[in-house]
């Protein structure tokens, strides 16, 4: 079982500040995708990114996929409130099957 | 809009209750699914569906069943409740080829 581990598990900053979450896999991935959850609600995706050394950016948010296809990071720079959340990374595993990280809670202060 | 539905938001059962939570999809998906979620464990596949009538285990199936007998809907059952199956249940559905999954607001069922 491929296994996804995120750090920090959880995360308060205050609005402004910049922050890294970290997802990592015991072994290669394809594909791998971030979400947020917001209480209360499913999550919903962020981003996919499927090449090594790939970055994508979402706003304020940048993404990127590790060049061994075993890590990724997500980046917020100048974090506010609305990015109150739990950040979940997962990959595509064999027959329609997701995995997901543990994910990590971010709390944004006014 | 794409939307996922599910019956309830909020449940409380007894223990050895048999429980149904139902998940709506009107997006056509061919693919559902059924999580669990739980603090410091992410989220867990419990079973999912790749067509009408089929069914795949996930990870964590035991103690839980499941059914569709239409496209849209898929249904999960507990067949006698415990108190370790208090938790928050996600539903989702996925197109075939495609990257999103597309999530229910989740049921939290307190079993007592």
């Known amino acids: 079982t491929q296994l996804l581990e995120q750090s920090p598990q959880f995360l308060s900053i205050q609005e402004g500040e910049n922050l890294t979450v970290y997802c990592n896999s015991s072994s290669v991935f394809s594909s791998l995708q971030w979400y947020r959850q917001e209480p209360g609600e499913g999550p919903v995706l962020l981003v996919t990114v499927v090449t090594g050394g790939e970055v994508k950016k979402l706003k304020r948010l940048t993404f990127q996929f590790g060049d061994a296809r075993k890590d990724s990071s997500l980046h917020i720079t100048a974090a506010q409130p609305g990015d109150t959340g739990l950040y979940l990374c997962a990959l595509f595993g064999g027959y329609q099957k997701v995995t997901f990280g543990t994910g990590t809670k971010l709390q944004v202060i006014p | 809009d794409v939307k996922v539905t599910q019956s309830s938001r909020y449940l409380v059962k007894r223990t050895g209750e048999k429980v149904f939570l139902e998940c709506v999809q009107d997006?056509?998906?061919?693919?559902m699914f059924w999580y669990r979620q739980d603090p410091g464990l992410g989220l867990r596949l419990i079973y999912f569906s790749y067509d009408v009538k089929m069914k795949e285990k996930g990870d964590i199936p035991e103690g839980y069943s499941v059914s569709r007998e239409k496209k849209e809907r898929f249904s999960l059952i507990l067949e006698s409740a415990s108190t370790n199956q208090t938790s928050m249940y996600l539903c989702?559905?996925?197109?075939?080829?495609?990257?999103?999954?597309?999530f229910g607001p989740g049921t939290r069922l307190t079993v007592t």
């Open positions: 989702a559905s996925r197109g075939t080829g495609g990257f999103e999954q597309y």
């Open positions: 997006m056509d998906h061919e693919n």
